[in-house]
């Protein structure tokens, strides 16, 4: 007989309170049967990022109805399920502790195995549930809240190579764009008016790129813009649409050169252990920007690695990617208890040195 393996995630470790359901029929590919993500942009618009009381409370009140949304639209219910994956940290503690209580219930109450996942493993495993890539493989992972390069080895086998000590790339942007007026989330704002602008009227920092490594920083950088912003201002009494734009431009210019640079050094790092069939992947919102993404796409063209990208909905916060990677750990024998902690804090790659910064996301560990 075929084995099926079906999984129910929840993730709610930062602003988006989500529930998937996941399933593998014998050796196929896995198939998101459904995955619900109730954002909370709305709720902390007022306030210039994401209150962490607000957001653990909305988690709380919203995870029933999208474990709820999730199985119906999956067509299935909690008997039809084998585990239920929840992300334990890193992120926000109330937040990741209204889905941790909320697996226990459901675990408690049906005796289903809770498996607790990182949730920087459920990002660095996306690529394997979109594209069955194998392992090893180069993530690099670029969100409101992380940046990292990591070498994906197993499951729960991660190596990193660097990552940001202060501000992730996607914080940058939504701090840029709070600076010029932009609506948030910043990313989007800022490419789009990055379109219409001069990349090259001003030059603004490349931090770390004089180092050796990969770690980046980006706090520098819309500390600089702010100044150059504040100038213009001191001396034209306010910022055309062109300023904008030009400032935005700059900007999204200094990210991308830094960002290919150093995935430059990590696919170097990356190559020396000698992959069958190299690969780099990118996840996290800030890989929607298109003139990010084509520019690690040439550098990896360049040097003759694979590049791929999961799908949007699959490189912001969701549960599927939660429940595929607590697959992947209930596959190799992974069981916790309702002793289950909520971190706030969880390195993926427990021998590396921990990170400055919390962010406004919560915790980069
Ligand atoms: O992965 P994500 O949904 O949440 C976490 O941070 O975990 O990423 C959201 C971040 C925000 O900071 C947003 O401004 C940024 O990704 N982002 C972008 C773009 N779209 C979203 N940054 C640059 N360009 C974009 N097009
Ligand atoms: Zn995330």
Same mark, same amino acid.
Not at 57 to 67: G, Q, S
Not at 191 to 208: I, N, V
Not at 341 to 365: N, Y
């Given at each position: ?7 129910l ?69 909690l008997?039809?399920m084998?585990a239920i994956?929840v ?6 503690? #109330? ?7 909320c697996a226990k219930g459901l675990s408690a109450a049906t005796g289903l195995p809770l498996i ?9 495993? +996306? ?48 701090? +840029? ?8 989330? #910043? ?25 050796? #490594? ?13 100044? +150059? ?7 034209? #009494? ?97 069981r916790d208890g309702l002793?289950l ?25």
């Open positions: 007989m075929v084995q099926t393996l079906t999984i995630g929840l993730e709610s470790s930062c602003d988006d309170t989500a529930a998937a359901v996941v399933q593998k029929t014998g050796e196929s590919k896995v198939e998101i049967l459904s995955s619900v993500v109730h954002g909370q942009t709305e709720l902390h618009s007022a306030f210039g990022g994401v209150v962490p009381e607000i957001a653990a409370r909305a988690h709380a009140e919203k995870l029933d109805l999208c474990v709820v949304q999730a199985l119906d639209a999956a067509g299935l219910s008997r039809d084998d994956a992300t334990a940290g890193p992120g926000l503690i #109330g937040g990741v502790m209204s889905g941790v209580m607790g996942v990182n949730h920087l493993a459920g990002h660095a495993l +996306t690529p394997r549930l979109t594209d069955g890539i194998a392992f090893p493989y180069l993530m690099l992972l670029v969100s409101g809240g992380h940046c990292q390069y990591l070498i994906a080895q197993g499951p729960e086998q991660f190596t990193r190579l660097g990552g940001t000590i202060d501000d992730a790339p996607g914080e940058a942007f939504d701090k +840029t764009a709070r600076l010029l007026g932009l609506k948030q989330p #910043g990313g989007p704002s800022v490419e789009t008016e990055a379109r219409s602008g001069d990349p090259k009227r001003f030059r603004f920092p490349r931090p770390l790129l004089d180092r050796p #490594g990969c770690d980046l920083s980006f706090s520098g950088l819309k500390t600089a813009l702010m100044r +150059t912003r504040d100038q213009i201002v001191a001396e034209k #009494g306010g910022l055309t649409r062109q300023d904008r734009a030009d400032l935005c431009a700059g900007f999204q210019l200094a990210i991308v050169d830094t960002l290919a640079e150093k995935t430059r050094r990590a696919i170097a790092l990356y190559l020396e252990q000698e992959p069958d069939d190299p690969v780099i992947a990118v996840a996290g919102g800030v890989a929607a920007n298109s003139a990010i993404r084509s520019a690690l796409e040439s550098v990896c063209s360049h040097i003759g690695v694979r590049f791929t990208a999961p799908p949007l909905g699959l490189c912001t916060d969701n549960a599927a990617m939660i429940a595929f990677a607590g697959m992947e750990r209930f596959e190799a024998g992974a002793d902690m909520a971190r706030p804090r969880w390195p993926l790659d427990q021998d590396s040195p921990a990170m400055l910064g919390g962010g406004k996301k919560g915790a980069k560990a």
